[in-house]
């Protein structure tokens, strides 16, 4: 189609063999189409460069009313971490005091996470997203005020700039588990990580590489998060001639992966292996033994991200960054000294 002509709902609704009843329903993000052709008609709208006129926002009035939340995690494993399901209920209890409603997607890379975020803007279909995962050098703080579109950031850092983070200190954080690991006497620590673009594992694995100046020897191995990745690493690390003494794992499902193929391997827990996570959940604390965490009230999170998301979509300008609860070691069965 001609992009001198501005494309319509009408236009849209020919294109997709639909009502421009059911294209208004599938642009404003309400219910109505069936999600395979609510993503046609989008797709077609984003194709088409589709601009919301003027005359149509103020009919609509300025807010949407709905907070969007892209995670890019395998949809196969999102719902198996804690992480993720405390922190989603705790967004979705703050905003549901405000009669906010929150839209979330599984993307499955960042380039496509950065375009769910142009097509909600150009819908106007959210007020403002959550970001999480941040990287060095990250693209979407540099695509969201540009865009615009309101965003908080839940990090490891300050992002000194808008969009605003609430951060959780996780340089301290990691000193924190491996420091304590070191003081036990562990001399050979694995870390299975997350993936190595995330700002987090860039630096735990720093952190675990600088205590080479205590004569402990550290080693990253990088995975998706998925419990599959977890064990196919911990069988690699464990069917060494020379074993690492203590294994860290990224998430509180990895360590539980972790922990089952020490126990398949017949290699003692605490006894021959620490196990550790950066992750706490309730199942953490239930399974034999059980295992050493970072504890963190990731409902809270959720709650004071939403909120503050609010907060900045209200103002008329950016906002300072927060710094978040810090989680703490909380110390379980799964660690020990090591066997001399």
């Known amino acids: 189609m001609s992009q001198a002509k501005r494309i319509t709902i009408a236009d849209i609704a ?19 189409v069936s999600e395979q052709t ?29 907070v969007g939340f892209a995670v890019n995690r395998p949809a196969r494993t999102l719902g198996t971490e804690a992480f993720f399901t405390d922190l989603i209920a705790g967004v979705q209890s703050a905003l549901a005091q405000h009669g906010v409603a929150l839209q979330l997607v599984v993307v499955s890379s960042i380039e496509e996470e950065m375009a769910t975020y142009r097509r909600w803007r150009s819908a106007n279909q959210v007020d403002g997203v959550i970001v999480i995962d941040p ?17 908080v950031v839940i990090g490891s850092r300050d992002t000194a700039g808008d969009p605003p983070a609430i951060w959780l200190d996780d340089e301290a954080a990691a000193h924190a588990l491996f420091d304590y690991l070191a003081a036990l006497g562990h001399r050979e620590i694995a870390y299975v990580s997350g993936p190595a673009e995330f700002q987090h594992t860039r630096i735990r694995a720093d952190v ?7 004569d402990v ?51 003692g827990v605490p006894q021959a292996l620490s196990v550790a996570s950066f992750d706490d959940s309730v199942v953490t604390g239930l399974v034999h033994p059980s295992i050493t965490c970072l504890t963190r009230d990731t409902f809270a999170l959720g ?33 020990a000294a090591p066997a001399r």
């Open 14 to 32: 020919r294109l997709a063999g639909v009502s421009p009843g059911a294209v208004s329903f599938a642009l404003n993000g309400r219910p109505g």
């Open 208 to 214: 675990l590489a600088a205590l080479a100046a205590r």
């Open 303 to 335: 709650e004071q991200a939403a909120a503050f998301l609010l907060e900045r979509i209200g103002s008329a300008d950016p906002l300072p960054s927060r710094r978040g609860t810090a989680p703490a070691l909380t110390i379980r069965e799964s660690t």
């Open 217 to 267: 020897t550290g080693e990253t191995f990088v995975t998706d998060f998925s419990p599959a990745a977890a064990t196919a690493a911990t069988r690699t690390l464990l069917s060494r001639a020379t074993r690492p003494t203590a294994v860290v794992y990224d998430n509180d499902v990895m360590a539980i992966a972790g922990l089952r193929v020490a126990q398949e391997m017949g290699v």
């Open 38 to 66: 609510r993503q046609r008609i989008l797709d077609i709208a984003e194709e088409n460069q589709w601009q919301p006129s003027s005359a149509a926002r103020a009919l609509v009035g300025s807010r949407a009313g709905v």
């Open 135 to 151: 990287r060095d050098d990250d693209p979407r703080l540099a695509l969201l005020p540009s865009l615009p579109l309101p965003a």
